[in-house]
């Protein structure tokens, strides 16, 4: 490639006076400026914009750090992180963590090392012991459960109210052996622990003596995991005329599971998922779920993050935003 002292020495002017023309300034002669430009096209010159914009301390990207695109939930979420970056005209550079503490680490450092403006990054990996490691001189919007109160800005989605929500939609349409499909609880708060205590609070609200029997643990929220918890419930006899999945992948594999073995959605079954992924609105039957606002979490996300970028408030407190959840009724849920 073509360099400014290339085009310089064609030209027979100094690198300056090339600098000059490059950012148009005033005072350039115009018989100078048409040598120099007559130079850049027979070099083929291009303007080294990443050189510049790193010179002047922007990138104009930002960073998505997430656990896994394999998941329709992050693919999704990122098509809105990138629409509203967009707004912004600001690009978005996207990286899977695949779940490890080691990995979000190295989301962290690759904006230490100025490849970004800003970071959002999933917490997944690192828990709430790790929260000092935020504290960085970048900006960075943490998601998900893991860290609240942190360093930095965090968005969050309603995991408890979402799945309380959703599991008093079953008792409502009459439901009173409801399972519940989640992933392993660990120590520190995630979405399974969340979304399992909401739908413990609304089995207690309903009256109804929880069965730990109806709790079905799968190792990840994939198609797959909810087809086997649904086997393994089935094998083992539990009867049950209520489910509730941690997701909707897991509920749309659930579907699958309860039609193999001749069980009625919503007749002998009702279903419910969390996460209203586009895929719900198009399986048979159609997938009641929860809401949680993941376009209104992609635009806080964007827009605290554009905050501190800009500089507005940089003493200002870290911020917490949780979204709202809803219930989508849908006929996984209909009425008898």
Same mark, same amino acid.
């Given at each position: 490639m073509a360099t400014i002292q290339d085009v310089a020495k064609a030209a027979g002017v100094s690198p300056m006076t090339v600098s000059n023309v490059l950012n148009d300034h005033p005072h350039v002669k115009s018989s100078t400026r048409a040598k120099v430009v007559k130079?850049? =096209?027979?070099?083929?010159?291009?303007?080294?914009?990443?050189?510049?914009?790193?010179?002047? !301390?922007?990138? &104009?990207? *930002? !960073?998505?750090?997430?656990? =896994? &695109?394999?998941?329709?939930?992050?693919?999704? &979420?990122?098509?809105? *992180?990138?629409?509203?970056?967009?707004?912004?005209?600001?690009?978005?550079?996207?990286?899977?963590?695949?779940?490890?503490?080691?990995? =979000? *680490?190295?989301?962290?450092?690759?904006?230490?090392?100025?490849?970004?403006d800003g970071l959002i990054l999933s917490t997944v990996g690192l828990s709430a012991g790790d929260a000092n490691m935020l504290r960085v001189d970048y900006p960075v919007v943490i998601l998900g459960e893991r860290i609240f109160s942190g360093p930095v800005d965090h968005v969050a989605m309603d995991n408890v109210e979402g799945a309380k929500a959703a599991t008093a939609h079953l008792t409502e349409r009459g439901c009173r052996r409801i399972a519940a499909v989640m992933g392993p609880m660990g120590t520190d708060p995630d979405a399974s622990s969340l979304r399992y205590t909401g739908y413990q609070q609304a089995l207690a609200a309903a009256g109804i003596n929880g069965d730990p029997s109806l709790h079905v643990t799968i190792n990840e929220f994939t198609l797959k995991g909810g087809?086997?918890?649904?086997?393994?419930? *089935?094998?083992?006899?539990?009867?049950?005329? !209520?489910?509730?999945?941690?997701?909707?992948?897991?509920?749309?594999?659930?579907?699958?599971?309860l039609h193999e073995a001749k069980l009625r959605v919503p007749d002998d079954v009702k279903v419910i998922g969390f996460d209203n992924l586009v895929e719900g609105q198009y399986s048979m039957p159609t997938l009641s779920?929860?809401?949680?606002?993941?376009?209104?979490?992609?635009?806080?996300?964007?827009?605290?993050?554009?905050?501190?970028?800009?500089?507005?408030?940089?003493?200002? =407190?870290?911020?917490?935003?949780?979204?709202s959840a809803r219930v989508i009724a849908r006929e996984s849920t209909a009425a008898n």
């Open positions: 130079a850049m =096209e027979e070099l083929d010159y291009r303007v080294n914009h990443a050189a510049r914009n790193l010179r002047a !301390g922007r990138t &104009f990207t *930002i !960073g998505l750090a997430v656990a =896994e &695109f394999d998941r329709p939930y992050w693919g999704q &979420f990122a098509t809105r *992180i990138i629409e509203e970056a967009a707004a912004y005209n600001l690009r978005v550079l996207v990286e899977q963590t695949g779940r490890s503490r080691e990995n =979000e *680490i190295n989301a962290l450092a690759l904006s230490r090392n100025r490849m970004y087809h086997e918890a649904v086997d393994r419930l *089935i094998e083992s006899g539990i009867g049950f005329d !209520g489910l509730f999945c941690a997701t909707d992948t897991v509920a749309l594999g659930a579907l699958r599971a779920t929860v809401d949680p606002d993941s376009a209104e979490m992609a635009r806080m996300a964007v827009k605290l993050l554009v905050r501190r970028i800009a500089g507005e408030a940089p003493s200002r =407190e870290p911020a917490e935003f949780v979204s």
